[in-house]
């Protein structure tokens, strides 16, 4: 029993601390560094050199950039009211990533900083149907869950959806330039496609995805 408890433990410590995440982890959530919130590039020259990256080589992203790069995205920056790095519609908070790797799927929450497990296969050709971004070893699909939004909005949950999730992608460009990472935004997902492999509800829609990767060296 005893030595059953340290194997757990030391998996679970496996999981937190070592190496880059690939789709090979087990099926369990991974529960990712603290981010860094101080540091990084210089704000106008994160904006000056945001850009979107067509090509991809297939490296690995560090364990601790993958960190940063979700809480940027949306992560929680003010612990005391769980608020996040982007503004949403009467604070809705209703944009789920789901992050794409090769060989499975995770959602990100936010709270915990951690991955939850979706799904175990490989579903890059269904959320990024163009071929560049099937390599990138990371594509992140953002999907709105309009029920967390309340009826009275119920005309303007697309474009709050969409804009919700247009702040996301900026926040994730700036954090790629400043951390020499490539990105692009993209609407070419197979939605129909993602919709049925994530099991998701009528609530749930795909907005956008976007691919995170190192560009080739030259
Ligand atoms: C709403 C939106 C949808 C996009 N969809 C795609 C896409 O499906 N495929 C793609 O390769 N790029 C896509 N892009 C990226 C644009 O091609 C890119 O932003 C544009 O060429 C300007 O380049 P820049 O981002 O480097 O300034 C999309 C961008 C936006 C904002």
């Known amino acids: 029993m005893k030595a059953m408890s340290s194997t757990i433990i030391l998996s679970v410590l496996a999981t937190c601390l070592v190496g880059p995440l690939s789709g090979s982890e087990p099926l369990e959530p991974i529960h990712l ?8 590039m210089p704000l106008m ?3 000056n050199n945001r850009m979107s990256t067509k090509e991809f080589s297939k490296q690995v992203i560090p364990r601790e950039n993958i960190s940063n790069l979700l809480w940027a995205a949306f992560g929680i920056n003010r612990p005391e009211s769980g608020k ?5 519609a009467v604070n809705c908070q209703d944009i789920e990533i789901y992050v ?3 060989k499975a799927t995770y959602v990100y929450q936010a709270k915990e900083h951690r ?3 979706v799904l175990n296969r490989d579903v890059r050709s269904l959320a990024a149907t163009q071929e560049y971004a099937q390599v990138a070893p990371i594509n992140l699909v953002y999907v709105s869950d ?5 009826d009275r909005f119920k005309d303007k949950k697309p474009i709050y959806a969409a804009f919700h999730a247009g702040s996301i992608s900026q926040n994730v460009y700036l954090y790629c330039a400043s951390a020499g990472l490539g990105a692009v935004v993209r609407d070419s997902v197979d939605r129909a496609g993602l919709r049925d492999a994530f099991n998701l509800s009528e609530d749930q ?9 190192y560009a080739p060296s030259d």
């Open 33 to 40: 560094p603290p981010p860094e919130t101080s540091g990084g």
């Open 45 to 47: 020259l994160a904006l």
């Open 84 to 88: 996040r790095t982007v503004a949403t």
């Open 100 to 102: 794409v790797l090769d």
């Open 115 to 117: 991955l939850i497990p």
């Open 146 to 150: 309009y029920s967390k939004m309340a």
């Open 205 to 213: 829609v795909i907005v956008m995805a976007q691919s995170v990767g």
